[in-house]
Structure formats: structure tokens, C-alpha cells
């Protein structure tokens, strides 16, 4: 198969991850989960780094660190990524991964608009807030977290402010994505639906 990016963007806790993980194994590429990058930046504001600083000296290391899963991370990766210097400092590292050979998946908030708008494949991953609260907060119980269903739904609904209306790389969809509404789907049927859109593109 030629290379091909795939850029798999959408809001928080939507099923974007789990989806690009599948549809990166499906074709057999890889995956870059470019929330990660933002989240090592936040996880280093969070102890004190300059913001700026710390996303020009990022390092496949930072990406391993096990907190960055947090909600307090989360928050954080959030106002991070408001900072145009901090985007910008991140972009070469996306676009040169996007471009490996064989191709890959990258997920996050601005792939298909702002790192590769020349994305073979473009999908916006969605669902209602209350639905990806729910499913973020079996997530978090899963992992020994102590929360609940309204502290963690006023985070997604917090981060959704912050990530849409933000005037750099604001999140929306692509004007050529294919949406994909996981609301009413099962994890193996938002997966199914996210591989027949790539291939549907693929093929046309
Ligand atoms: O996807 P994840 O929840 O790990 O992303 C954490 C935060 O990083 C998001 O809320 C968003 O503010 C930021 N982000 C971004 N652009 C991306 C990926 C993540 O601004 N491509």
C-alpha cells in the first residue's frame, strides 16, 4: 500500500484513541497519539518548566511518563496548547511522523486542518458530552482514580471551551472529514465505521 496519513481528529474522550490504535493496526501503520505531546508539556508547567521551553526540549522520554493520564494533566495539556509558540514548537515533529514511510495515524484536535490538511483520510471523531463523561469516568475508575460523573463531565465540558474557541488551531472538523457520531456505537462498531470510511476514501 502507497503512504497514507490518516488524521483522526475530535473532541475529548470521544473514542478517538481507541479507534486510531485499531484503524493504525487494521492497515499497519503507525499511531502518534499527539495529545501526548500537549500533556508532557502541561505535566511540565505543572512543576514549575516554562510552557515554551519545555515543548522546544520535548523528548521521546517525556511521552512514557505514566501521570500523564491524569485529569489534572489533561487540564493542564489544555492551556498549554493555547500558547502559539507552544503549537509551533510541536508541528515538525507531527508533520515529519505523519510522513514516515508506510504511513500513519495521527490523532488529535488540529490534524486534518492545521498539521496535515493534505491528509489522504481525514475522520471527526464525535459524541455527545454526557456520553464521553460517562465513558471517561469508567476509564478513570478503571484506573484506581477517585472521582465522579459531574467533576469529570465540567472537565470535558471545560476542555471542549477551551479547545474550540481557542484562536489558534482551533478544534473543528476538516471541511473534507468524514464525521463519525460514536454516541450510539459500541467500541467494535465505531472501529468497523472508522475502517469503511478509510477504505471508502481509499478506494474513491
Ligand atoms: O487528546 P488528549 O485528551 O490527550 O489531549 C489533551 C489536550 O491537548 C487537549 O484538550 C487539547 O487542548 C490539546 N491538544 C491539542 N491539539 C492536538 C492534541 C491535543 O491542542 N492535536
Known amino acids: 500500500m502507497s503512504p497514507f496519513t490518516i488524521a483522526i481528529d475530535g473532541p475529548a474522550a470521544a473514542g478517538k484513541g481507541t479507534i486510531s490504535k485499531a484503524v493504525a493496526a487494521h492497515f499497519g501503520v503507525a499511531h502518534l497519539d499527539t495529545g501526548l505531546l500537549y500533556r508532557a508539556v502541561g505535566a511540565r508547567m505543572l512543576r514549575g518548566d516554562d510552557p515554551i521551553e519545555a515543548a522546544r526540549k520535548l523528548e521521546a522520554d517525556d511521552l512514557e511518563n505514566p501521570d500523564l493520564r491524569t485529569a489534572e494533566v489533561a487540564q493542564a495539556a489544555s492551556r498549554v496548547a493555547i500558547i502559539p509558540e507552544v503549537r509551533a514548537a510541536l508541528l515538525d515533529f507531527q508533520r515529519a511522523f ?94 468497523a465505521a472508522a475502517i469503511a470510511a478509510v477504505e471508502a476514501r481509499r478506494a474513491g
Open 98 to 191: 505523519a510522513r514516515r514511510s508506510g504511513g500513519a495515524v495521527l490523532d488529535g484536535r488540529d490534524i486534518g486542518t492545521v498539521i496535515c490538511p493534505r491528509a489522504e483520510v481525514k475522520l471527526f471523531v464525535t459524541a455527545s458530552a454526557e456520553i464521553r463523561a460517562r465513558r471517561r469516568l469508567a476509564e478513570l475508575l478503571d484506573h484506581g482514580f477517585d472521582t465522579d460523573f459531574e467533576a469529570v463531565l465540567a472537565d470535558v465540558k471545560a476542555r471542549d471551551d477551551r479547545d474550540m474557541n481557542r484562536a489558534d488551531a482551533p478544534l473543528r472538523p476538516a471541511e473534507d472529514a468524514v464525521t463519525i457520531d460514536t454516541s450510539t456505537l459500541d467500541v467494535d462498531a465505531a472501529i
